[in-house]
């Protein structure tokens, strides 16, 4: 039995799930520096807090369905998962240019989550593909 | 940043040691010795940034100064990398008011204070002056606010950009002024012109409340003083009658020279009394103006108004408060200090006049005035006929003049009834060491030693001690016929002696930690 579960984008999955854990944190403290350095308005400060909470949802559902779907090998909830994946994007491109003070450090988590995003991406068409046929 | 000089101050001119000043040349440069400016940047939070650097390269000769334009960066992972904040970086620059914007924005900063949260409520409320919705609360005066009548306003007239009247300057309640103005009158038009005659400033009542019509107060007329055309002044007996400009033997008489009003208010705001006191003169054919002068004071009523010197501490230029203590001090049930408000219990010097003898001048006193050193005297010239003790006692009554007072108030504001605040004058005598012949003043100088009270920032000037001393000389009998003449001079010296202000620093916080009694409950 040929085993159709992609175990790169398992070992993605996972590593993926560390790293997001890291950058909620480093998000989370990179704000509360920023409040504290710079003048940040709250009318300001409550779109970047409710994009990062939201984000962190978004990351928990597309973790799991993505790893359902490989490992029990269905193409819904990985489809389901890429979609997400967008939205996903969409944030850390957020968080990349259109928050409020961008530092380096911003562009840095950010830039290494969307790389890992664009893997991802790849490697779900791949499984996606090979579960179809 | 290239185009930035902080240093450039002079326009079209090389400043000293300024490397960004684009007005200096290769030689100008060869003169400096330094740069004071070496460097601008931007924000150096940013990640990477345009920087100007400006060096002077010493070594060569004549000296050049290097400019180079380099990309500074900020190492740090916390560097601004961007920002869509746009306050951020740099000062907002405020609207530009339009046709469409500007109700909003007058609206917004049209007051004398902003917040960042535009009330647009509270501009209406204090400019509306029609409102008779609101029949339940009553208008009272407060400082400031026109005296009405029931025509328009109480008139002071005042000279306004020249030195002619002008009537539209309304009265301000709770305002004392005084004004001097000139109005252009003449012979021809002596009964027609309205603002020389005295109808023209009782004719309207003045109004107790504001905007209420019901209650009006009369201007009463308190006294009428004739000017003759020398200046002699007399106050008539009757002030009831009503005195109008009339032609009598070739002069116009009863014109108003001037008015003085007298408002008596209740502290709720209402005017209850007004009177009005008036100098009346006469012109003649040739006069083509003359100087009207007008004055206004409020006095509550039930009050007896005390002008006080500063509050608390005197004030450069007011008089020195100065008063008696009444006989039987020592009991506590009658002191207090007569406080005179006319001017003779007043500490007062000797004033020069013109005419420099000292017997010819009696009574002419100048009050003597916080902070202003004064000096004054006169001559007196003697014969071999005067005699020693009334001369001593003329030129004692000279120079302390008639009412001399024994005590003087350390604040310019202390009452009466506080004795303690008040500081007795002291009198000291310097004579000439011969004692049998007859001594006569020949000086008086009154030393008012002052210092600073209370706060550093704020200080306020308590007199503390006041010296009159009385220098005597010897009178030497003249051979008869001759007449000598000497000069007698009074002064009044203030010397600041307070000492320099230390700054007192609070106690470092001591830390008041205790265990609680039953600590060591199961051992104690």
């Not at chain 1, 799930?17 to 890291?22: A, D, K, T």
């Not at chain 1, 490697?123 to 996606?128: F, N, P």
């Not at chain 2, 070496?38 to 290097?66: F, H, M, W």
């Not at chain 2, 005590?407 to 049998?436: C, M, R």
Request: net charge negative; charged share 15%.
């Amino acid at each position: 039995s040929s085993q159709l579960s992609s175990v790169p984008l398992q070992m993605l999955f996972y590593i993926n799930g560390i790293y997001y854990i890291f950058y909620f944190l480093a998000s989370l403290a990179l704000i509360i520096y920023k409040s504290q350095v710079f003048s940040y308005p709250d009318d300001f400060l409550a779109p970047d807090l409710a994009s990062l909470l939201i984000m962190a949802g978004f990351e928990v559902l597309r973790l799991y369905l993505g790893s359902k779907g490989n490992l029990t090998e269905e193409q819904a909830p990985l489809g389901l998962s890429l979609v997400t994946t967008l939205g996903s994007v969409v944030f850390s491109v957020y968080f990349l240019v259109w928050q409020t003070h961008v530092l380096k450090a911003d562009v840095i988590l950010n830039t290494v989550l969307l790389c890992a995003y664009g893997l991802e991406a790849v490697l779900k068409v791949t499984a996606i593909a090979a579960f179809v046929s | 940043v290239a185009r930035l000089c902080v240093c450039d101050l002079l326009v079209a001119e090389c400043d000293a040691n300024c490397c960004c000043d684009p007005d200096c040349t290769e030689a100008d440069f060869s003169l400096f010795t330094t740069c004071s400016v070496p460097i601008v940047t931007g924000d150096s939070r940013l990640c990477s940034q345009k920087a100007a650097v400006y060096s002077l390269d010493v070594d060569a000769n004549p000296a050049e100064r290097i400019f180079e334009l380099i990309d500074q960066v900020n190492p740090s992972v916390f560097c601004i990398h961007s920002t869509n904040y746009k306050q951020l970086l740099s000062f907002s620059s405020p609207e530009m008011p339009t046709p469409e914007n500007f109700d909003q924005l007058l609206k917004q900063f049209g007051r004398a204070a902003f917040s960042a949260e535009p009330e647009p409520d509270s501009w209406n409320s204090n400019t509306d002056v029609q409102n008779p919705s609101d029949a339940n609360e009553t208008y009272r005066y407060e400082h400031g606010a026109p005296v009405q009548t029931e025509d328009a306003f109480l008139r002071l007239p005042r000279p306004v950009v020249s030195s002619w009247c002008s009537d539209a300057n309304p009265a301000g309640f709770l305002v004392n002024q005084a004004t001097k103005c000139t109005r252009s009158v003449s012979m021809e038009k002596c009964g027609s012109i309205q603002a020389v005659s005295m109808l023209f400033y009782i004719n309207s009542s003045i109004l107790a409340k504001l905007y209420e019509f019901v209650f009006q107060v009369n201007i009463t007329v308190q006294a009428v003083v004739v000017q003759s055309q020398d200046g002699m002044r007399t106050l008539l007996n009757d002030s009831d009658a009503l005195r109008l400009p009339m032609i009598l033997d070739d002069l116009c008489i009863n014109i108003v020279l001037g008015v003085s009003y007298h408002i008596t208010y209740t502290d709720a705001g209402e005017i209850i009394e007004a009177a009005a006191s008036f100098v009346l003169g006469a012109i003649n054919k040739e006069a083509l103006s003359i100087q009207q002068s007008f004055e206004i004071s409020f006095t509550q009523v039930n009050t007896q108004p005390v002008p006080l010197s500063g509050n608390p501490g005197y004030i450069v230029g007011l008089p020195i408060r100065a008063g008696f203590l009444p006989q039987g001090y020592p009991f506590p049930a009658e002191m207090s200090l007569q406080h005179n408000t006319n001017k003779h219990g007043q500490l007062t010097i000797l004033q020069s006049t013109s005419s420099q003898d000292c017997l010819a001048a009696q009574g002419a006193r100048a009050p003597v005035l916080f902070g202003y050193n004064m000096i004054s005297g006169c001559t007196l010239r003697i014969t071999a006929a005067t005699k020693c003790q009334p001369l001593t006692q003329t030129l004692l009554d000279l120079l302390k003049g008639q009412n001399f007072p024994e005590y003087v108030a350390s604040f310019g504001n202390s009452q009466a009834q506080d004795v303690l605040d008040w500081v007795p004058i002291i009198h000291l005598h310097t004579s000439e060491q011969v004692k049998s012949s007859c001594q006569i003043p020949v000086s008086l100088e009154i030393e008012v030693k002052w210092t600073k009270y209370g706060s550093l920032v704020n200080p306020q000037a308590r007199i503390l001690n006041v010296t009159a001393t009385i220098a005597t000389t010897t009178l030497q009998q003249l051979p008869s016929g001759r007449e000598r003449t000497f000069p007698v001079t009074s002064s009044v010296v203030f010397t600041d002696i307070s000492s320099p202000a230390e700054p007192g620093y609070k106690a470092w916080p001591t830390i008041n930690a205790k265990l609680p009694f039953d600590f060591f409950f199961p051992f104690v």
